[in-house]
């Protein structure tokens, strides 16, 4: 469900702190062709496998859009290839500020949130949940995470906020659970984000549970899947890290997102609740039916502009293109952007690298083989997540790259976009250091 990423399984204070990632990130530059093609902003002659790709859905009309920006070190503006139209029933072009519900993207930026305040040294990266928490002192683990929620032990040891920013607490999650505990957290309305008004086939209706503070403590009363430190397993741990940053910080969950991330980062269009006067640019969330696309959320009445009960960092926020890429630029700047420091480059480099911790086993799983830093997925040299609606985003240090897909469709599995991007976006690379080669 997400890009690969950067994998850095030790790392000493003096490596964190010791010179510029933007240098090595200069380098990297230096080995790929950069033409006069990227000082335009549709970049999809130097692009062409992705381009095409992203003709082919848009044009055959399974996707209003298929839009994609690469950056490269910190220019800034990302060059887009791609396109299409807000709605498959609406002319009006979709362009680097439409907004898109971006889902578990949400998750990074959650993530580094939580690495602000461990860098200001008021969490602690191994800190046990239930000091800031006191109800997840003493958890219950279900003994068959499909059976009944009574049959229970003991944790071994406490949630800590590295496994809460690695899914390796335990917790369960409304989308992954099954049995009793995902009926318990339907019931409860322990939800990690919103679709749609309308009713869906096949999905029944769950009331959430009114705000971050009583959804953290309704949690707490439900027993674990597995024991903590042992297991990778997509969870709501993001979304609990969102009350987490509430009580520490003194602020509401968005407003600290603002404050500290958004406004230094210039993201000015990302959102749990769309603005009523923003709403021209938000996209129509499409399902995918027998390859058909059926509007679920049309943009003119969507979810989105209503205000959430649970403001959700796991899945709750709507973003554009070029927000979502100023918050790349930040990590590719290790902290920095426009000569300003978000982040501490140490906060970065550790939020980047994989946070797993060394008792977890991750075969069978989403994650195997591959590491984990603060709400996404890392490894060589790469880190991002993709969202529920087919988005994906990611950097990567060793090419100086930054890089997002925006469409709007569920589930995403319902087309292989994501193989085919990545597939397409590895050939076109390719393409460019044979040219810079040949040249």
């Given at each position: ?51 095409a790709l992203a003709d082919r859905y848009v044009s055959q009309r399974k996707l ?376």
């Open positions: 469900m997400a890009f690969r990423e950067f994998d850095s399984a030790t790392l000493s204070r003096r490596a964190l702190f010791r010179g510029s990632a933007l240098i090595a990130g200069g380098a990297a530059l230096s080995t790929l062709p950069f033409g006069r093609q990227l000082l335009a902003h549709d970049v999809s002659e130097a692009w062409p496998n992705v381009a209003a859009n298929l839009y994609l920006t690469f950056g490269w070190g910190q220019e800034e503006h990302a060059h887009t290839v791609g396109g299409g139209t807000l709605s498959l029933a609406k002319p009006t072009p979709v362009d680097e500020n439409s907004l898109f519900r971006i889902y578990s993207m949400s998750k990074p930026i959650t993530g580094m949130a939580t690495m602000i305040l461990i860098d200001e040294g008021k969490l602690g990266l191994d800190q046990p949940v239930h000091e800031i928490l006191p109800k997840f002192r003493d958890m219950q683990v279900l003994i068959n995470p499909e059976g009944a929620l009574e049959e229970t032990v003991p944790a071994e040891r406490p949630i800590t906020i590295r496994q809460l920013l690695t899914h390796t607490a335990g917790l369960g999650y409304q989308i992954i659970s099954k049995g009793p505990l995902q009926a318990a957290f339907n019931e409860q309305g322990l939800v990690g984000g919103r679709v749609s008004r309308l009713p869906i086939p096949g999905i029944e209706p769950v009331t959430p549970a009114p705000g971050l503070a009583v959804w953290a403590d309704r949690l707490a009363e439900l027993p674990l899947m597995y024991q903590p430190a042992t297991k990778w397993s997509y969870s709501c741990s993001i979304d609990l890290l969102g009350r987490v940053i509430e009580v520490v910080s003194g602020m509401e969950f968005e407003a600290f997102l603002k404050k500290r991330i958004f406004e230094p980062c210039g993201m000015n269009s990302t959102w749990m609740q769309v603005p009523q006067s923003e709403v021209h640019r938000l996209t129509d969330n499409y399902g995918i039916i027998g390859g058909n696309a059926f509007p679920i959320d049309p943009g003119a009445n969507s979810i989105f502009t209503d205000p959430p009960e649970v403001p959700a960092g796991g899945g709750g926020l709507v973003s554009s293109p070029k927000d979502y890429d100023r918050f790349l630029r930040m990590l590719l700047g290790y902290g920095r952007i426009d000569g300003k420091f978000v982040m501490s480059e140490g906060a970065v480099r550790v939020g980047v690298s994989d946070l797993i911790p060394a008792t977890v086993d991750t075969k069978g799983s989403w994650l195997e083989g591959e590491g984990h830093g603060a709400g996404g997925r890392s490894k060589d040299g790469q880190f991002g997540w993709g969202g529920a609606a087919g988005t994906l985003a990611a950097v990567d240090f060793n090419l100086g790259l930054r890089s997002t897909l925006f469409t709007q469709y569920m589930p995403s599995e319902a087309y292989p976009i994501r193989d085919e991007f990545l597939a397409a976006m590895k050939a076109d690379l390719a393409a460019m250091r044979a040219s810079k080669k040949a040249a």
